[in-house]
């Protein structure tokens, strides 16, 4: 892909890490299907909260509802966290959200670039897509047993390796400031942001998440067309609720509130 990149390594990551537990155990693959689905079995068969697992490249990178997501080899961050949050499945957005809010900042903070949080789950620079997140848990009744944070970000990946069907919506962060970047850094600071920021939810609830999240989201205030499912709605994106929730309001005023989705 591109000729020379930065080689990750477990060693590496460490040693720049501040976290407290969010790393202690790295996994780091040359090639795997889907750091998710690996980090899926480790938290099955037991892993600790925290544990990492990365990867140079995946054959089968997953987005949301059965999508793919374009992970070539060497210039990008695929990696998954798995975290064992005390909390009903209900707050799952929420967490999602907190990973938003880490990615957002640790770009913000690396490469002075504004990205911003497209509701709810995608990163943005200048309009289009650097990073998504994919969320999956497992539960028992309704309780959350275990979650897997997956991150995908394009950071050093250039203009002629993305595939035409995103050239006019993915970006990555080489793209929008000329220079690439030292991928361990940014690996260790979305890090360290996703610890605070589920340190803190976990200690004083939403509150402080979504005054968070509203700060760096450019969805609200905007109008909206919300794909959910094989519906839609229109209308004025008012706020979100306190459990992430887009809430719209429509032509005849009333408020519709949307669980999940897609701004269109
Ligand atoms: C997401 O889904 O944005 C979640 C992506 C999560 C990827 C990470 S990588 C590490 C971990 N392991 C995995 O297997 N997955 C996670 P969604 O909102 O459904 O967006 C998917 C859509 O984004 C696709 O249908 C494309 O239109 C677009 N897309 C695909 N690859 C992209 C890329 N590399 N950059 C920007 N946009 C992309």
Request: glycine share 8%.
């Amino acid at each position: 892909m591109t000729e020379k990149h930065d080689i990750l390594t477990i060693e590496g990551i460490k040693n720049c890490l501040t976290t407290r537990f969010i790393g202690a155990d790295i996994y780091l693959f040359d090639a795997i299907d889907s750091t998710n689905d690996h980090a899926n079995k480790l938290a099955k068969q037991g892993a600790k909260e925290g544990t990492v697992v990365l990867s140079e490249s995946q054959s089968k990178g997953k987005g949301r509802l059965g999508r793919t997501w374009f992970s070539p080899s060497g210039a990008n961050i695929y990696l998954s966290v798995i975290l064992r949050p005390q909390m009903p499945t209900s707050q799952i957005t929420l967490l999602t959200f907190a990973a938003a809010i880490a990615v957002a900042r640790a770009i913000r903070d690396v490469t002075g670039l504004d990205a911003d949080i497209k509701w709810p789950n995608d990163i943005l620079i200048k309009g289009k897509k650097v990073a998504g997140i994919l969320s999956e848990m497992g539960a028992k009744s309704d309780t959350i047993r275990f979650v897997v944070i997956g991150i995908g970000i394009n950071v050093n990946l250039d203009k002629k390796d993305i595939p035409s069907e995103l050239m006019d919506k993915a970006t990555s962060i080489k793209i929008e400031s000329n220079n690439a970047i030292d991928r361990k850094n940014l690996i260790c600071r979305v890090l360290e942001n996703l610890e605070k920021w589920y340190n803190l939810f976990e200690r004083n609830g939403a509150n402080d998440i979504i005054k968070e999240w509203k700060s760096l989201a450019i969805t609200i205030g905007r109008d909206v067309k919300v794909q959910s499912g094989n519906s839609f709605v229109e209308g004025r994106a008012i706020d979100i609720d306190e459990s992430g929730a887009l809430l719209i309001k429509d032509r005849n005023g009333v408020i519709q509130k949307v669980l999940s989705g897609d701004v269109i």
